[in-house]
């Protein structure tokens, strides 16, 4: 058995023409596509070339627009961190020699989709026979605020952490979103809740689900990106700088919450104890990390497993300013899914921006402002699927 590390670079990382609360409603397909051509022309070659293409539940349909009969697909969809999982499926199938240049691609209408015409999709409502139905709708337990909720008393209620302790994060974060241009909550020319917040203004926010304030949950966009993974054989050629593979690992700790044995713990405790292992790397040795951040309590707990805090500890990272703009251990520099975008699947936005600091290509005045790029040369991204369910864990390095 070989081990695949480093044997497969991303290459080029690139999004939809227009990302955020569009005016002029797009479709998940239509966004995908914007970003295909766009990391193509970044990565200086033709949709023709791709021959690895990876979507959640829907890669048939890109090829088809595309115009080519791929040697490998991928259409594992397990929520958020399908995006990990796939570049780590990618990663294995380049070192099985099934194939050079591939694509990920993402494409959601989190915000278009409630402007879309009623009647003639899919109809919601699940199965009625499901657990989260029969045991948990019943009570008032329906939706992810409420769900996360519960991961976020328990967190409290074991370790004593407080509101403010998460409040801190979203704090920090949005002092990232003020560096990228493209975040919603950019300033307030590009929302009008945007620019600046402080720990008051998240505890003083409209309440969700208690503990969960309005600005301690994610917002809900439009969003299309894609990035391009080359193999080692083939991966310098590019004009773009190469953004090493070093580990990947995944996991699945449960489906419903009902079975999840720990509230504080998620299965990237798992995901990234291989991605570790496959890269001879450990928590230690990142220098930065991009967090799924679907809520302050998905960071913080996600923290923990990763190695980066011991238990409980989480938000201490994010204390003093040290994960925000220069910071010692910089997070979610894009702005995170709480105040850059976050469509509903956030896992493509972690690999964009892990792309565009490793590479050096953070900071241009249209996807970074300066103080935007940092001078990380490793870092660990982790994505959520699910509710705190399925995790995919990456851990990259720059060219040497």
Known sequence: MSNPSRRAAIVAAAE???????????TDFMLGVEAI??????????????????????????????GIVPKWV??????????????????????AGMFDIGVVVHGEAGYS????????????G???????????????????PSNYSHAMTRHMYQYGTTKEDYAQIAVSTRQWAGLNPRAVMHSKETHPAGGPITVD???????????????DVCLVTDHGGAVIIASERVAKSFPTPPVWIAGAGEA?????????????????????????????????????????????????LT?????????????????????????????????????????????????????????????????????KQTDAKSLVVNGTGGSLSATGTLVLVADS
């Not at 939809?16 to 797009?26: R, V």
């Not at 991928?74 to 070192?95: E, F, K, P, R, W």
């Not at 003083?204 to 600005?215: E, T, Y």
């Open 16 to 26: 939809a023409d227009q990302i955020g609360y569009l005016e002029n409603p797009k």
């Open 37 to 66: 051509s766009n990391v193509c022309k970044m990565a200086g070659i033709s949709p023709k070339d791709i021959e690895g293409i990876a979507n959640p539940g829907n890669a048939n349909a890109y090829a088809e627009y595309l």
């Open 201 to 215: 203004d998240v505890l003083n926010s409209r309440l969700i689900s208690w503990p969960l304030n309005l600005l």
């Open 303 to 371: 923290a923990e497993v990763l190695g980066l805090a011991k238990p409980g500890e989480g938000h201490t990272l994010f204390e003093n300013g040290k994960a925000a703009p220069g910071g010692q251990f910089p997070i979610n520099t894009n702005g995170g899914g709480l105040s850059f975008n976050h469509s509903g699947m956030y896992g493509m936005q972690l690999l964009v921006e892990s792309y565009r600091q490793l590479s050096g290509t953070a900071e241009d005045g249209v996807n970074g402002l300066p103080g």
């Open 113 to 124: 989709r409630r402007n879309y015409p009623r009647g003639g999709g899919p109809q919601r």
């Open 74 to 95: 991928d259409t594992t969809a397990v929520g958020g961190c399908s995006y990990q999982i796939h570049t780590a499926h990618m990663l294995a199938a380049i070192n």
């Open 252 to 300: 699945i700790g449960h489906a419903t919450m009902l079975e999840m044995k720990d509230f504080t713990k998620t299965s990237a405790a798992q995901s990234s104890k291989r991605a570790y292992a496959m890269a001879n790397m450990g928590p230690e040795d990142m220098e930065m990390a991009m967090i799924y951040d679907s809520f302050t309590i998905t960071v913080a």
């Open 126 to 144: 699940g199965d009625p026979l499901g657990p989260d139905a029969q045991f948990m709708t019943p009570y008032g337990v329906a939706g992810a």
